[in-house]
């Protein structure tokens, strides 16, 4: 679990990281309006991406965590008092 949350995490921050590289809107004459709404919906929908993604890696690393204390806590109940 953890190495697919941390496979998660580097995909959402290289995701996020080429949104800085965003071209502006094209100069394609009578369309530039529809060009420009078409990267505009483009990179909202990355930008989802890289939330949805992270947000994943974070619920992953927690499940993890989650997954360890449950998994400490039945090791002790079989082991007994000591």
């Given amino acids: 679990m953890r190495n697919l949350a941390g496979t998660l995490h580097r995909a959402s ?3 996020d990281s080429i949104g800085a590289s965003v071209p502006g ?5 009578e369309v530039s309006p529809a060009m420009a709404d078409v990267l505009s919906h483009l990179t ?4 989802e991406l890289v939330v ?4 994943a890696g974070y ?3 927690k499940g993890a965590d989650d997954f ?4 400490g806590a039945v090791e002790r109940s079989f082991r007994g008092p000591r």
């Fill in 52 to 55: 949805g993604t992270a947000v």
């Fill in 68 to 71: 360890d204390a449950s998994e």
């Fill in 44 to 47: 909202r929908g990355a930008g």
């Fill in 13 to 15: 921050a290289t995701l």
């Fill in 25 to 29: 809107a094209p100069d394609a004459g």
């Fill in 59 to 61: 619920e992953l690393s």
